[in-house]
């Protein structure tokens, strides 16, 4: 049974930084007193003895884990180092590892510790000082949070056979496209992957087919191939705002696949309308170089069947007025209940 002061996690689509180290805890007080297979920096509760809570509590190492122990919350310290010895009695027992707002560096974690952790299902590690993913070895790991590090390397081969993985976030990072290809091939179960504000110049390649969602909003991508989205057959949800697309960057037809929902390619450089699937719902293009409205883009013709499932259409930010709207767009339109020029 999981503890009840586990942290709420965000629901994978919505994927909002302020989400991601915002855990719900009740005082332990009210779970009355500390088990005794504790260490003694930490408390826990009598009630759910399989989980330690250590957070917020000005620690500067890590506390040598008692066996038994499956839940461990370790954010909000001022750890700097993983020493040797710490998780020896709960190798292949901790679920739960959350290293949330600490100070570690890659060189303070000790070789034998997180890379022996071989039943780990979600490992916590943002904001901190890594420059390296640090991934345990678990083929049972579901959640990985590496969000607002230093990192710019990725091990190869890392992720290899971890088919439980279903969402990486890896935010406000340092890594590249190259350091990135291939990591995630062959994660059947992976449907999320954030990689906003890091210095991607173009989509990883080798991306799994079951995604579902990919962010890659302030990035310095420029171009898609022409491939990318037919490999991801399930994607609904593609975010590539803040980047320096252009026209030139955009083969034809490159975004019209039907299994898109939402598309955002707004403050970027592109001078037209992309092409896009009729399936689409919601299209964000604001603040590009727009100067023209090409229906033709969302519509390829009109009829009782054939028009776009648009609901939300944002073009301000371009030089483009409601005037410049086709007359007759309403048929092709006639589920936009918005769309924004201005």
Not at 6 to 20: D, E, K, R
Not at 23 to 34: E, K, L, R, V
């Amino acid at each position: 049974m999981f503890p009840l002061r586990v942290p709420i996690f965000a629901v994978l689509v919505s994927l909002t930084v302020g989400q991601y180290d915002d855990y719900d805890y009740q005082p332990a007080s009210q779970y009355g007193p500390s088990s005794a297979n504790c260490a003694q920096e930490c408390e826990c509760p009598i009630n759910f003895p399989t989980a330690m809570y250590c957070d917020s509590r000005n620690l500067k190492f890590v506390p040598i884990v008692p066996s038994g122990i499956k839940y461990l919350y370790l954010q909000n310290n001022l750890i700097e180092e993983i020493k040797a010895g710490v998780f020896d009695n709960v190798t292949a027992e901790l679920r739960w590892l959350v290293l949330d707002h600490n100070q570690i560096t890659n060189e303070k974690v000790a070789k034998g510790t997180i890379d022996k952790l071989t039943g780990l299902h979600k490992i916590l590690f943002s904001f901190n000082k890594l420059t390296e993913a640090v991934i345990p070895p678990s083929k049972s790991l579901d959640e990985l949070k590496m969000m607002n590090n230093q990192l710019s390397k990725f091990p190869a081969g890392s992720l290899a056979g971890m088919q439980n993985l279903t969402s990486v976030h890896l935010q406000n990072n340092e890594l590249t496209s190259k350091a990135l290809n291939g990591v995630f091939k062959g994660l059947n179960k992976l449907v999320a992957i954030d990689l906003t504000n890091n210095k991607l110049k173009k989509l990883p390649s080798g991306m799994p087919s079951s995604l579902e969602t990919f962010y890659g909003d302030h990035n310095d991508i420029s171009s898609i191939a022409a491939g990318d989205l037919k490999e991801l057959p399930k994607l609904a949800y593609l975010r590539l705002a803040y980047n320096q697309m252009t026209d030139a960057g955009i083969p034809a037809g490159v975004f019209n696949v039907t299994s898109l929902i939402e598309l955002d390619l707004s403050y970027n450089k592109l001078q037209s309308i992309p092409e896009i699937n009729e399936q689409l719902e919601h299209l964000y293009l604001q603040v590009n170089e727009i100067n023209k409205f090409h229906l033709e883009n969302i519509c390829k013709f009109s009829g009782p069947l054939n028009y776009s499932r648009l609901k939300h259409l944002r073009l301000d930010g371009n030089n483009l007025t409601h005037a410049d709207l086709p007359h007759d767009s309403s048929n092709c339109l006639r589920q936009a209940s918005d769309i924004i020029f201005d």
